[in-house]
Structures are given as C-alpha cells and as structure tokens.
C-alpha cells in the first residue's frame, strides 16, 4: 500500500541482487512510495544476477560499482545526481560478504587476507560511501543513511565468524559519521538490526536454517521478513523520523530482547553429533 512517504524524493539503494536481497525488497517499496531510484552492485553481480530486471520493473537506471573502490563510488553519486536531478535524500547500504565464511574457515583459523576482505567489503565500504558522499555534498539536508547490521555485532552466535566483527565495526561507523553529518549537515545515519533472513548473502552462514528456527522461536513476533525489513527502511528514509541517528534500530520481532522463550525451551536440542569431527571433538567455531 502506497502512503507516499517518499514522494518527491531521491535515493540510491546498494546491494540488490534478486528477489531475496531486502535491497531488492526496498527499491520496489521505494519507487511505490513515491521515490526515483539508482541501483549499483558490482559489476559481476550486475552481470550475473537479476538485477538488471529489476531496473526494467522499476524504470530506473543501473550503475555498476566495486563499493570497496572509491572512484567507483564517486561515479556513483556523480551519476545518481545527475539522473535523478539532484542531491539524493536517502541510500541504504545492503552489502556483506565474507570469503572466511564461503571458504569454511572457522573463527579461530582465519584467513588474514579474507579478513581484510570481508572488513573492507562489509564495513569500511560504509564509512567509503559516506565520506565521498559528504566530499561531493551529494545528500541533501535531513538526508537519511541506513545500512543493514545483525545482532551478531553484540553478541555470540555460532557460525557467523569474522562476519560479527564486519557488523561491530559497520555500527561504529555509523555512531561516529552520523554525529558528524548530523552536526554539519542534518544528514541521519543509522543501521537496522535485521532478523535472520534466507537472502543469498545469509545462506552461507553455516547452521543459517537453525539459527533462524531458533529466532523465530524465540522472538515473541516471530522473524521479520524481508519485505517488513523493507518497509521499516522505507519509514527511516522518510520525513517521519528526521530526528533519528547515530542508532542500531533491531527489527527483529522481540529476539534482541528474550533470554529463553517458552517455545525455544520446549524443542531445545542436546545432541551435537553433527558438530563433531571424526575424532569425536566439537567444532565449536
């Protein structure tokens, strides 16, 4: 349903791949609500994903773009600007990847290099995009900046590896550039806790169908999904929340704030089994 929360505005969305991608979801509730849209990913994903289908669907113009690569960001926001007419009013950053987490690489046998990898791709190419799109003066004033983070970055939870550190960082990046663009500027950034979610990026994290069991279980809402993920970006974009920044907002159905739900308490496993190597020892990583 159209309320036109976003009539009259701009913005670019980073990380639509296909139809599982909340970036995806975001940019057809975008345009629904009023926007004009760009789309970027990476070149290879422009190439090899569905993106390309999306821009047709929703008349709106795809710029390929490495977000680790600053000129290719510049190009971005120099483009976006002059297709859509002028500074943007809102981006959301989509993008995580992690070649420790696709390689299997458990936690405590990193691969250093990977590291750098999944720092740079999942998190410093936030504090990248930002800082060239303040360079440029390209989002207008009561701009608003989101991207999308995982309770991951507070605590524990097997199997999400170096990814959990990627998300800390993610959020302190946008504590420390929203006071900053928020002083100068009025620009709002913030990150959105999201529920566990089957997007592409997500099915590499290993246990992922349990760990989304177990939420779903545990959060007194149930897991949102990506459309309702969506749908909150939407009202963060919008004038309705021009005093929000420098937060890490859970959309996660109640999960972030349970100890032990009755649900979750009642099909508790003890068997780790399938946890274990062929010498019998846990794989804790």
Not at 180 to 189: L, P, S, T, W
């Amino acid at each position: 349903m159209s309320y036109n929360l976003l009539k009259g505005k701009k913005g670019i969305i980073f990380g639509a791949l296909n139809e599982q991608s909340i970036a995806w979801k975001v940019a057809e509730q975008a345009v629904e609500q009023g926007a004009a849209i760009t789309l970027t990913n990476t070149p290879i994903a422009v190439r090899m994903g569905e993106v390309s289908e999306l821009g047709k669907k929703l008349n709106c113009e795809i710029i390929p773009a490495d977000a680790t690569s600053v000129e290719d960001l510049q190009e971005v926001f120099r483009r976006s600007m002059e297709v859509l007419g002028g500074q943007v009013d809102f981006v959301l950053h989509s993008i995580g990847m992690s070649p420790n987490v696709r390689k299997k690489r458990t936690y405590d046998d990193l691969d250093y290099d990977m590291l750098d990898k999944t720092l740079d791709i999942s998190a410093v190419s936030f504090h990248k995009m930002i800082q060239v799109a303040k360079k440029m003066n390209a989002i207008a004033e009561y701009g608003s900046i989101v991207a999308l983070s995982y309770v991951a970055a507070q605590r524990t939870f097997f199997g999400y590896n170096d990814m959990a550190d990627a998300k800390a960082l993610l959020e302190s990046i946008a504590r420390s550039f929203g006071y900053i663009y928020g002083r100068e500027k009025n620009v709002r950034v913030n990150t959105i806790s999201q529920s566990p979610t089957p997007t592409t990026a997500g099915s590499g994290v290993k246990g992922m169908d349990k760990l989304m069991d177990f939420a779903n279980r545990m959060s007194p809402l149930g897991n949102a999904s990506a459309d309702e993920c969506a749908s909150y970006c939407i009202v963060m974009f919008s004038d309705l929340t021009r005093k929000v920044t420098m937060q890490n907002l859970f959309h996660d159905g109640g999960f972030s704030s349970v100890g032990m739900s009755l649900r979750a308490m009642a099909t508790y496993q003890k068997g780790l089994e399938e946890y274990m190597d062929t010498d019998g020892n846990i794989i804790y990583g």
